[in-house]
């Protein structure tokens, strides 16, 4: 009896276990973690983004009750890669895995190559966060190799 209280009260002091990815890693991916918003769209557009197990990698689920679209967004790291990786899956149907790489202190910026209204495109992501908490979201894709153009730019807002 008393081994076995020794055992559980050892379980139960026993630390947490470390994060998964080293701090220069998870500065990067830890700015993504919340409740969001896009201004203008409160009344319709969340995304909630939250630790998975052993802060392994965000995900995010999004919903837009405009058009009742629901995405759902994996980020983090491959060691094996030695990038970050982005992966989305929509209510559309869509999907998209991009891969990234650290921009300044704590941003991110993703690349991939796809279809754009049907033409071959380069497309650049970036997720960069802000001093007073937002995170500025900018896409910008060069078709066929033509110039680079600014498709989508806004910032992701914390829900009060």
Known sequence: M???LVLILSLCAAPARAQVHPPEIEAHL???VGDWTIPAQEQTYRETCEWYANRAFVVCTS??????SRAQSILG?????ARFTY???????????????????????YTDERLSDGENARITTLVRP????????????S???GPWEKVVDFYYARRR
């Open 2 to 4: 008393r081994t076995a």
């Open 30 to 32: 830890a700015p993504m």
């Open 63 to 68: 919903s837009d009750a405009s058009d009742a």
């Open 77 to 81: 790291y491959s060691k094996v890669k």
């Open 87 to 109: 992966q989305n899956y929509s209510s559309s149907g869509s999907s998209s895995y991009e891969l990234g790489y650290p921009l300044g202190k704590d941003g991110l910026v």
């Open 130 to 141: 802000q001093p007073d908490g937002r995170l500025h979201f900018v896409q910008e894709r």
């Open 143 to 145: 078709v066929k190799g």
